[in-house]
């Protein structure tokens, strides 16, 4: 079982729809990443969170440190959010390593 | 953006041959990682380095070398590639302040086929 879970693996939508990726994990940790990747491009990263949510546009991040769970929200989708998002977490132990689930890969059909 | 670079972007060798990729970066970040993207896996670590000359194994690092002789590049070398070494190579950058973490920022990729 990998230690980063997401949910669902595809997602497909229509532009508006309201959309949520939620990913799992297993160890405690100091820092939830959320990345984007759109195809064939580079990942860039979108939230950093450790407790409660972050609000960027039309992207909100939540984290649930004691369910060891976060979800990632996306308000009036729109096809150019179709992307793979990606999360990552460091866990407690002292290095700077993360731990990445596969991803989510999110369609806007408009 | 981050000041992150990739060279090359892309790369088609043969097996057997040695493979150097480069990543360089302006930000003047202590930390560098280099990872591999393949389809059906999250991002695994390869080896990452926490300053000059100062590097350490990821969870994939059977078959890579790296060296950092300087701050600003961070070299990952096949000595002899394979072609379970065709993949998507990112390099990642961050700083790291004392009892803190710091998000980690990505190049562009260099996708490289092993024939």
């Known amino acids: 079982k990998n230690e980063v879970e997401q949910s669902p693996q595809n997602l497909t939508a229509q532009e508006g729809e309201f959309i949520t990726i939620n990913c799992s994990y297993s160890?405690?940790?100091?820092?939830l990443h959320w990345l984007q990747q759109h195809p064939g491009g580079g990942i860039v990263s979108l939230f950093m969170?450790?407790?409660g949510k972050k609000k960027h546009g039309r992207l909100i991040a939540t984290i649930n440190i004691q369910e060891k769970h976060s979800s990632l929200h996306i308000t009036a989708s729109h096809p150019r959010d179709s992307a793979v998002y990606i999360c990552a977490v460091k866990a407690l132990s002292g290095n700077e390593k993360l731990t990445f689930g596969t991803g989510t890969r999110l369609t806007i059909i408009p | 953006d981050a000041g992150i670079t990739q060279s090359p972007r892309h790369k088609v060798t043969e097996t057997g041959t040695p493979v150097t990729l480069r990543c360089h970066q302006t930000?003047?970040?202590?930390?560098m990682y280099w990872y591999r993207q393949d389809p059906g896996h999250g991002l695994r670590l390869i080896h990452y380095s926490y300053g000059v000359k100062d590097t350490d194994k990821g969870e994939v690092s059977d078959g890579y070398s790296v060296s950092r002789s300087k701050t600003e590049d961070f070299l990952l070398t096949l000595e002899s590639a394979t072609s379970s070494q065709t993949s998507v190579y990112f390099c990642a950058i961050s700083e790291s302040d004392r009892g803190s973490y710091n998000e980690q920022f990505f190049g562009p990729g260099t996708r490289l086929t092993v024939l």
């Open positions: 160890v405690g940790i100091s820092a």
């Open positions: 930000e003047n970040h202590r930390y």
């Open positions: 969170l450790s407790s």
